[in-house]
């Protein structure tokens, strides 16, 4: 059972919330401005994220000065729009996210308590988020400490989230998560716009089925979808929303110049959505190229198509992501030493482990069958469809997401051998999360091929089973969330809360700038990292600690001594009666217990994350 009050928000979490729901209408209208009016509400959020990144990292890389300016002029720019007839959104607007965000109620009642989990959340992408909101300007090398392992890393889900914190009196941990599934919800509504009967105006509020329909899509019925990615801090989220949105406008764009028709908007929002996908992460420029590559060929195939034309629209299309690629790595360069990941010099490049790392992928394929079966299915579609129809939505979808699945494999074989050691490199490290970042796309080609033959055939009349779906997938978007709390809640996963008791523990007994050595018996490097990243980064904040971790030293805390600490952490008390830390102090040249914190019981059905280690907390491996 999950306990009550790991469901209830603090004010801060609540406002946290609130700020990142404010800050989506925000880039809503503001996409709506710089689109003018085109596309539909879910797009015009992306369109809008990616214009407001692009003006706030030219803002970033050309001065220290706080990016509350630019941020705050996002906000009146959304304001001017909200009010301006013409400009503001339609009453079908409206209701479309109203129904949605309606429908995703229990999702957000579930996850407004959610705090940051996983390593990779504490070594760059909440550090970095804090880093703007205590700065209001990017980090570098001769500028103010950053906590970050990474801090060089692309920012625009952190300068999304700085939009909706700048106000606020801390960073509220859960914002990036929170941030995360809005993008998810609002992927919903275009999947909802998917499922709209014959005929069906692609710009009306879809109905309480179709959004129920398409949030159960984007997270359910999602073969990539895993809580502990989705639903965390992480980038893959928006990696893999960017994708689905921008093979859907690259489909629309090659359709439109097939038929000969206007592309409503779809050049100018796939030109702002790009930028939002080269600034995600590392690997976005990589995923971009396979979506550019794929829309070139395409429109390369198709003798409908005015070549000259589409590959130059497609090519102008890339500039300002292009520029923003490059004026982020211009910035890197100049700023930081390190601060990234990097690839390992040629001669470390090691090729002999390319068949243990195939191996590797083929082990990762057979064990998500269901993912690489939803593959396999997109690829025989393609193969069928296209020597029966030609070139269509359906078939341009399929199509860039076979082209997209080679381009990102190739890529990720080269990074393994070339960045990832013998080690990562030859067991194929993280592999199918690299994969779910196609995830969304792939189930919008098969949506949409499912939904064009279902409407290819004959009307038939509508039984009484049939009519059972419309309630039955709204009970079930109602009621699944509830049913899959504690997946959804990853971070209530042992031993992640004796980690967050530990860390209020210690942040009462010290205050800022102390000196303290820690001792974590056992541990594998992430307890002691989520440890310090929830007392530097999590309320209440205890900034510029100088830890010095003794885990791994020979010595241990009379190492500690030796380097002149007389205060330390132990996290697991050898010898105790219970599971539990202590504060230690010296005392005469010998250290002694000051304070002890007993650690919180634990039920032995609980369920344990194997990112964390059980040891330093007094618990054997699970």
């Known amino acids: 059972m999950v306990p009550l009050s790991a469901l209830l928000p603090s004010w801060l979490e609540l406002a946290g919330l609130c700020g990142v729901l404010v800050a989506g209408l925000v880039l809503m209208l503001c996409g709506r401005a710089f ?47 909200a009010v301006l007839p013409g400009w503001r959104p339609k009453r079908a607007d409206w209701l479309g996210i109203g129904r949605v965000m309606a429908l995703s109620l229990p999702i957000w009642a579930i996850m407004a308590a959610v705090k940051p989990a996983l390593p990779d959340t504490f070594t760059n992408f909440l550090p970095n988020a804090v880093y703007l909101f205590d700065h209001g300007f990017f980090p570098a090398d001769d500028r103010a400490h950053a906590f970050a392992t990474w801090p060089a890393f692309p920012y625009n889900v952190q300068l999304a989230t700085y939009l909706a914190s700048f106000p606020l009196p801390q960073f509220p941990p859960g914002a990036l998560t929170h941030f995360n599934i809005l993008l998810q919800v609002m992927t919903g509504l275009l999947f909802a716009r998917q499922l709209r009967p014959r005929g069906g105006d692609p710009a009306a509020a879809p109905s309480w089925t179709a959004c129920a329909g398409g949030l159960l899509l984007v997270t359910l019925l999602n073969p990539g979808f ?26 629309e764009l090659l359709g439109a110049a097939a038929e000969g028709r206007k592309s409503k908007g779809a050049l100018g929002l796939f030109t702002l959505i790009l930028v939002v996908l080269v600034g995600i992460k590392q690997v976005g420029i990589v995923l971009a190229f396979g979506l550019g590559l794929g829309a070139m060929i395409l429109a390369l195939a198709d003798r409908r198509i005015d070549r000259r034309a589409a590959v130059t629209g497609l090519a102008l299309a890339a500039v300002p992501a292009l520029a923003l690629y490059g004026l982020w790595r211009g910035y890197v360069m100049t700023h930081f030493v390190s601060g990234e990941l990097k690839l390992l010099p040629p001669e470390h490049w090691q090729f002999e482990i390319l068949p243990g790392t195939i191996a590797s992928i083929v082990e990762a394929i057979w064990e998500k069958p269901v993912y690489f079966g939803a593959m396999l299915a997109v690829i025989a579609l393609a193969i069928v469809l296209c020597r029966r129809e030609g ?102 996963q042992m031993p992640q809360p004796l980690l967050w008791e530990l860390a209020r523990n210690i942040a009462g007994a010290v205050k800022d700038g102390d ?37 791994s030293v020979p010595g241990g805390l009379e190492a500690a001594a030796a380097h002149g600490y007389d205060r330390a952490i132990v996290s697991c008390v050898e010898g105790a009666a219970a599971p539990e830390a202590a504060l230690m102090v010296q005392d005469g040249g010998t250290w002694r217990i000051e304070t002890v914190w007993p650690h919180a019981p634990v039920r032995g059905k609980e369920r344990w994350t194997g990112v964390l280690s059980a040891a330093p907390l007094c618990h054997a491996e699970r």
Request: charged share 15%; net charge positive; aromatic share 8%.
């Open 226 to 251: 895993v809580p502990r990615i989705d639903f965390t801090s992480y980038a893959e989220p928006a990696l893999t929303v960017m994708v689905a949105i921008l093979g859907w406008l690259a489909a």
């Open 391 to 492: 070139l269509t939505q359906r078939t341009r979808l399929l199509l860039l997401t076979i082209v997209l699945f080679a381009v990102y494999n190739a890529f990720l074989l080269l990074i393994y051998v070339i960045h990832m050691g013998a080690v990562a490199g030859e067991a194929a490290h993280s592999y199918f999360r690299y994969m779910t970042h196609l995830s969304l796309l792939m189930t919008l080609a098969l949506t949409i091929t499912v939904r064009t033959w279902w409407l290819e055939r004959p009307a038939r009349r509508v039984t009484a089973a049939w009519r059972l779906i419309p309630p039955l997938a709204i009970a079930l978007i109602l009621l699944a969330p509830v049913g899959f709390l504690k997946r959804l809640r990853f971070d209530l």
């Open 35 to 81: 689109v003018r009016c085109r596309g539909t509400p879910e797009l015009q959020l992306m369109a809008g994220w990616g214009g407001y990144a692009l003006a706030l990292t030219l803002w970033g890389v050309a001065t220290t000065r706080t990016m509350a300016i630019p941020a705050t002029a996002a906000i009146l720019l959304a304001g001017i729009v």
């Open 515 to 551: 000196r303290i050595a820690l001792l974590m018996p056992g541990d594998n490097g992430s307890d002691s990292l989520m440890l310090r990243a929830a007392l530097e980064l999590v309320p209440p904040r205890r900034r510029n600690l100088e830890i010095f971790d003794v885990s």
